[in-house]
């Protein structure tokens, strides 16, 4: 929660700590990675928030945001 609350205060270096701590205590929690992806989509960090989508879709391929977001970034 803390990440999320940083990502959207605009501390992003924050949020990223913290989505990092999150992600070492759990590393299969596609929950982490589509919001550290969404995190990076906000920074206009297209290639991150990619690389971050493809992590959410290797956990749960039918998470239905991360494809949708994924293909967004995929038509700039």
Known sequence: NA????G???M???SEKHFNQAIMLNPNKAKYY???AVL????????SAKVF???????NPD???ARKQLK???LN
């Open 3 to 6: 990440a999320n609350i940083y």
């Open 63 to 65: 998470h239905v945001e």
């Open 53 to 59: 989508y493809n992590k959410v879709l290797a956990l």
């Open 40 to 47: 990076y989509h906000r920074q206009k960090k297209f290639d």
């Open 34 to 36: 589509f919001n550290f």
């Open 8 to 10: 959207e205060l605009g």
């Open 72 to 74: 967004r970034l995929s």
């Open 12 to 14: 992003f270096a924050l």
